[in-house]
């Protein structure tokens, strides 16, 4: 079975530019997930979307941060304008759902190192 | 709010030594899950566990062992006889049990295995 895919795998860009990054799920997860890792710190959740509705978005800077998932599998996040704290690990994960009788573990991708100058 | 706490930043073990990785966790909510994932140099997040609150028993998967006590909100991790492939960061994570699942997790603790 086919894991995440993400990419691109590293980015450099300079401050006040954009940048997009995709990810593709495993095939049958209803649910995606993108977070923002930065050096030393746990992944913080940016959005989860359930097929191709957001569920949770509450911590996505939205002035600055996009993200879609129109056919409900995979996956953009963009940045634009890009800010130096913006500077991280972007994971994608995906699990079978989000909600509803019991759980699933979440399936990471190996994510984007994000540069920014 | 939800919570989770791994006071232990970095911790440095000698191979075939056995160590412990503490995770404290805050919660109201009376069904939630607990999981540990790691984390390699290559980045991507691997699975390990996952536990529910009612069930309290401990978990032995080969040398990885799991101790959860609802009396003092820990849900440890340890390794028996560390090996240098251990080395990695170990994330804690906590989510509700019911509605939306949305994973909290903790600022992990580097383990470095020498050989």
């Known amino acids: 079975e086919a894991g995440v895919a993400q990419s691109p795998r590293y980015k450099i860009i300079e401050k006040r530019q954009s940048v997009a990054f995709w990810c593709n799920p495993i095939s049958g997860h209803a649910t995606l997930y993108w977070y923002q890792q930065i050096l030393g710190q746990g992944p913080k959740l940016l959005i989860q979307?359930?097929?191709?509705?957001?569920?949770?978005d509450s911590q996505l800077p939205k002035d600055r941060f996009s993200a879609e998932r129109l056919k409900g599998v995979d996956s953009t996040l963009k940045i634009q304008p890009a800010k130096l704290e913006d500077s991280a690990v972007y994971l994608c994960?995906?699990?079978?759902?989000?909600?509803?009788?019991?759980?699933?573990?979440?399936?990471f991708g190996p994510g984007t190192r994000l540069t920014v100058l | 709010a939800q919570k989770v706490t791994q006071a232990q930043t970095e911790i440095s073990v000698v191979e075939k030594e056995d160590v412990t990785l503490d995770c404290v966790y805050e919660?109201?909510?009376?069904?939630?899950?607990l999981f540990w994932y790691k984390q390699p140099p290559s980045g991507e997040l691997v699975f390990l566990i996952r536990?529910?609150?009612?069930?309290?028993q401990n978990e032995i998967s080969g040398r990885y062992s799991w101790n959860f006590q609802k009396s003092t909100s820990s849900f440890n991790f340890t390794i028996t006889a560390s090996q240098v492939v251990d080395s990695a960061v170990y994330f804690c994570?906590?989510?509700?049990?019911?509605?939306?699942?949305?994973?909290?997790f903790g600022t992990g603790t580097r383990l470095k295995v020498l050989a």
């Open positions: 994960a995906s699990s079978l759902r989000a909600a509803g009788v019991g759980i699933n573990e979440q399936f």
């Open positions: 919660t109201r909510d009376t069904t939630y899950y």
């Open positions: 979307f359930q097929n191709n509705g957001v569920v949770d």
């Open positions: 994570a906590l989510t509700k049990g019911s509605g939306t699942y949305k994973y909290i």
């Open positions: 536990r529910n609150s009612f069930d309290e």
